[in-house]
T-cell receptor, first 113, second 113 residues
């Protein structure tokens, strides 16, 4: 069935370091892929989205490219800030077309000054 | 901006109590969802609703029920709260169809003592 696997955290980086959070997926067809972010004490909010193979989603300096060949959607940022400390979730919609999303287990990022 | 409002940010209940978690959205979304978030387990879908009075079980419905009498409101009910239901509960809403994003509330941290 459809599923999402994220790298385990927590990830601890110094400010201005390069970030990669790995996400791989199993899906029927070619669904959109999502990254959501959850800041401390808040709900999830959409960070970026890619709708088809080779598409690149980007927002707030974060990027992720939809790789059909490797079934991956890794999240990257060139220079992280303390304010990026949050939990990041990779997600995809299942093939059942109900509007649901399947989420990965989440990766906690802590950025130290 | 879309708003998904959860009635309580923190809730403390006793074992055996009946608990109601309320969620209201203001975007006329067809779909509404209740997820549970636990460390290391990510988000797990409890129930979702695709129309008024319509519901479907998610991955972990045991011990929960839901009610959707009006399109904008979706309630999660713990018939007899137990300590293993201590968790963060997240409500979300969205349009029907695959590839639609979800909008989340801020969450309710429920502690069952």
């Amino acid at each position: 069935g459809d599923s999402v696997t994220q790298m385990e955290g927590p990830v601890t980086l110094s400010e201005e370091a390069f970030l990669t959070i790995n996400c791989t997926y199993t899906a029927t067809g070619y669904p959109s892929l999502f990254w959501y972010v959850q800041y401390p004490g808040e709900g999830l909010q959409l960070l970026l989205k890619a709708t088809k193979a080779d598409d690149k989603g980007s927002n707030k300096g974060f990027e992720a490219t939809y790789r059909k060949e490797t079934t991956s959607f890794h999240l990257e940022k060139g220079s992280v800030q303390v304010s990026d400390s949050a939990v990041y979730f990779c997600a995809l919609p299942p093939s059942s077309n109900t509007g649901k999303l399947i989420f990965g287990q989440g990766t906690t990022l802590q950025v130290k000054p | 901006d879309v708003k998904v409002t959860q009635s309580s940010r923190y809730l403390v209940k006793r074992t055996g109590e009946k608990v109601f978690l309320e969620c209201v959205q203001d975007m006329d979304h067809e779909n509404m969802f209740w997820y549970r978030q636990d460390p290391g387990l990510g988000l797990r879908l409890i129930y979702f609703s695709y129309d008024v009075k319509m519901k479907e079980k998610g991955d972990i419905p045991e011990g929960y029920s839901v009610s959707r009498e009006k399109k904008e409101r979706f309630s999660l009910i713990l018939e007899s709260a137990s300590t293993n239901q201590t968790s963060m509960y997240l409500c979300a809403s969205g349009y029907s169809g695959r590839n639609e994003k979800l909008f989340f509330g801020s969450g309710t941290q429920l502690s069952v003592l």
